[in-house]
């Protein structure tokens, strides 16, 4: 799989006419610790997985895409889906150059939790289709039920939590206007 990762990350980042410098600048890691990564000889945390999806301005999800057969309609459904637990589906497939927000659908399996807090530049919402979010903004617990959404400041330290014993899914637009900071 980190084989895999790192070839999709690299494909990405030249599609993207970025330097690896230019990722380690706008992220905060070393070159070294980013080449070894598309080499498939290091390994990433969803946190870092986050940093560098912003950078290149798709969905954390994008790493790891798995394309669907053509669903009745002739409508093409790509889900995402991260190894840690957490399950992504980018609503906007094919646009991620063209917006200027990611509009995704999270699954957060229990127990499951967005790793450590980060901070990037931007908003974020979100809006619970079933379950309880637990999302954690500057500190401040929030407790969302199905239904209930929050907006919050990205650039405010925030992660989300699945406290749970059943799944937890929603809706996660963030809003992208720089580049992200390390925690």
Known sequence: MSKELGLKIRSIRKQKKLTLKDIADATGFSISFLSQLERGKSSATLESLKKIAMV???????FFEEEAPEQPGGSLMIDRIATSGIHYQNLAPGLDDLLDFMPMRVTLEPGEDGGQPIIHSGQEFVYVLDGV???EVAGNRHELTKGESLFYSAQESHYWYNRSN????FLCVSSDTGKPSAT
């Not at 290149?56 to 994008?62: A, D, Q, R, T």
């Open 56 to 62: 290149l301005h798709v969905s954390p999800g994008h």
């Open 133 to 135: 979010l637990s999302v």
């Open 166 to 169: 059943v799944d937890v899914v």
